[in-house]
């Protein structure tokens, strides 16, 4: 065996590893530390983005009825967010996706997404869509959507054409 395929093994081994030790719980939006992810991803959200194109939910809209909210912890360390809005019995929308900075490019938000199309499935969506931003620093968002099957469409639900924004569609398969 060559030493790249050494290390690709031994690197595929550990993304193994950390993955068991990451646990993806429905969250009540009621802990500290979730609390202050939230607060940090809005003041984010409202320095980076034009005002009337941040399209971020608040604590409040994120605890409507038709929302599902998921973080990924490690024991007792918050990894990151992310949540599902049922749009209609048949589509829903990605929202509040987020990782914390000390555990960006670890495979959190891969683990939360692979969760969220999982639980869409599970509810029988055919549809899912989500907004995310066009500025360069979304970048690492769309490309991670795009590896995951998500196309670039026009707005969707109650958004507009936004410059600021890319709007993109996944069809599910059952």
Known sequence: MRHDERLGSSQ?????????????????LTGPQIIALLREHLEN??????????????????????????????A????????????DPTSGEIK???????????????????????VARQRGYT????????????????ALYERYGFEYRGPFADYTDDPNSSFMEKTLLS
């Not at 509040?96 to 999982?118: D, K, N």
């Open 96 to 118: 509040s996706m987020r990782t914390t900075a000390a555990h960006r490019r670890q495979g959190v938000a891969s683990r939360l997404l692979e969760h969220i199309i999982e």
């Open 76 to 87: 007792d360390d918050l990894l990151g967010c992310g949540a599902l809005k049922e749009l």
């Open 12 to 28: 595929f081994l550990i993304k193994q590893l950390e993955a068991i030790a990451m646990e993806i719980r429905e969250d009540n």
């Open 45 to 74: 959200m409202h320095e980076i983005t034009p005002p009337g194109s941040v399209h971020a939910l608040d604590l409040e809209r994120l605890r409507a009825p038709n929302i599902t909210f998921w973080t990924a912890w490690e």
């Open 127 to 142: 549809h899912l869509y989500l907004e995310t931003g066009a500025f360069p620093a979304f970048a690492p968002a769309r």
